[in-house]
Protein backbone atom coordinates (compact mmCIF):
# COMPACT_ATOMS: atom_id res chain seq x y z
CA UNK A 1 0.00 0.00 0.00
CA UNK A 2 2.91 2.46 0.25
CA UNK A 3 4.24 1.63 -2.53
CA UNK A 4 0.83 2.73 -4.01
CA UNK A 5 0.76 6.00 -2.42
CA UNK A 6 4.42 6.70 -3.14
CA UNK A 7 3.40 6.09 -7.28
CA UNK A 8 0.53 8.31 -7.05
CA UNK A 9 2.27 10.80 -5.12
CA UNK A 10 -0.20 11.21 -2.08
CA UNK A 11 0.53 10.70 1.91
CA UNK A 12 0.62 7.07 3.09
CA UNK A 13 -2.21 6.06 5.42
CA UNK A 14 -1.72 6.01 9.10
CA UNK A 15 -2.40 2.74 10.87
CA UNK A 16 -5.56 3.77 12.48
CA UNK A 17 -6.59 4.61 9.27
CA UNK A 18 -5.80 1.18 7.81
CA UNK A 19 -7.67 -0.57 10.74
CA UNK A 20 -10.59 1.56 10.18
CA UNK A 21 -10.87 0.29 6.29
CA UNK A 22 -9.86 -2.91 7.40
CA UNK A 23 -13.11 -3.20 10.12
CA UNK A 24 -15.13 -1.06 8.05
CA UNK A 25 -14.70 -4.05 5.25
CA UNK A 26 -15.24 -6.84 7.71
CA UNK A 27 -18.79 -5.06 8.91
CA UNK A 28 -20.05 -3.93 5.12
CA UNK A 29 -19.61 -7.74 4.10
CA UNK A 30 -21.90 -9.64 5.57
CA UNK A 31 -24.25 -6.54 5.00
CA UNK A 32 -23.53 -6.39 1.35
CA UNK A 33 -23.97 -10.62 0.59
CA UNK A 34 -27.33 -10.13 2.23
CA UNK A 35 -28.57 -7.33 0.21
CA UNK A 36 -27.48 -9.12 -3.06
CA UNK A 37 -29.44 -12.38 -1.70
CA UNK A 38 -32.32 -10.08 -0.75
CA UNK A 39 -32.21 -8.25 -4.35
CA UNK A 40 -32.14 -11.71 -6.20
CA UNK A 41 -28.76 -10.77 -8.05
CA UNK A 42 -27.58 -14.58 -7.73
CA UNK A 43 -29.86 -16.56 -7.37
CA UNK A 44 -33.89 -16.17 -7.41
CA UNK A 45 -35.20 -14.81 -4.19
CA UNK A 46 -38.50 -15.55 -2.34
CA UNK A 47 -40.47 -14.30 0.76
CA UNK A 48 -38.67 -17.38 2.11
CA UNK A 49 -35.09 -15.78 2.25
CA UNK A 50 -36.01 -12.74 4.29
CA UNK A 51 -36.35 -13.80 7.84
CA UNK A 52 -33.24 -16.61 7.57
CA UNK A 53 -31.24 -13.80 5.45
CA UNK A 54 -31.89 -10.99 8.63
CA UNK A 55 -31.10 -13.42 11.45
CA UNK A 56 -27.76 -14.13 9.65
CA UNK A 57 -26.66 -11.10 9.64
CA UNK A 58 -27.90 -9.89 12.96
CA UNK A 59 -25.90 -13.09 14.01
CA UNK A 60 -22.66 -12.26 12.19
CA UNK A 61 -22.67 -9.01 13.22
CA UNK A 62 -23.32 -9.33 16.82
CA UNK A 63 -20.19 -12.29 16.66
CA UNK A 64 -17.88 -9.33 14.95
CA UNK A 65 -18.86 -7.13 18.20
CA UNK A 66 -16.33 -8.29 20.65
CA UNK A 67 -13.48 -7.65 18.21
CA UNK A 68 -14.04 -4.75 16.86
CA UNK A 69 -12.30 -1.07 17.96
CA UNK A 70 -13.07 1.42 15.83
CA UNK A 71 -16.19 0.37 13.59
CA UNK A 72 -18.24 -0.59 17.06
CA UNK A 73 -20.77 1.98 16.84
CA UNK A 74 -21.35 1.00 13.23
CA UNK A 75 -22.63 -2.27 14.14
CA UNK A 76 -24.87 -1.09 16.53
CA UNK A 77 -26.49 1.31 13.93
CA UNK A 78 -27.11 -1.18 11.43
CA UNK A 79 -28.67 -4.13 14.59
CA UNK A 80 -30.47 -0.67 16.09
CA UNK A 81 -31.69 -0.25 12.21
CA UNK A 82 -32.52 -3.86 11.21
CA UNK A 83 -34.52 -4.50 14.46
CA UNK A 84 -36.55 -1.34 14.27
CA UNK A 85 -37.42 -1.76 10.74
CA UNK A 86 -37.58 -5.79 10.98
CA UNK A 87 -38.32 -6.47 14.74
CA UNK A 88 -42.17 -7.06 13.72
CA UNK A 89 -41.58 -9.62 11.28
CA UNK A 90 -39.92 -12.26 13.54
CA UNK A 91 -43.57 -13.17 14.85
CA UNK A 92 -45.02 -13.08 11.48
CA UNK A 93 -46.79 -16.74 10.67
CA UNK A 94 -46.60 -16.30 7.25
CA UNK A 95 -42.99 -15.04 6.85
CA UNK A 96 -42.16 -18.32 8.90
CA UNK A 97 -43.98 -20.44 7.23
CA UNK A 98 -42.38 -19.38 3.99
CA UNK A 99 -38.77 -20.15 5.52
CA UNK A 100 -39.49 -23.32 6.72
CA UNK A 101 -40.94 -24.72 3.08
CA UNK A 102 -37.58 -23.98 1.38
CA UNK A 103 -35.31 -27.16 1.46
CA UNK A 104 -31.86 -25.19 2.48
CA UNK A 105 -33.59 -23.57 5.72
CA UNK A 106 -36.28 -25.65 6.81
CA UNK A 107 -36.18 -25.49 10.78
CA UNK A 108 -32.86 -24.15 11.01
Not at 15 to 28: A, Q, R, S
Not at 41 to 49: A, D, L, N, R
Not at 51 to 77: C, N, R, Y
Amino acid sequence: MVELCQALDVAPFRVNEINFITEYCNVMQPLACALDILQGETTKCFIGYLLPTIVSLEMKLKALQPSLKVAAPLVDAILAGLSKRFARYHERQDLILASITLPQFCLR
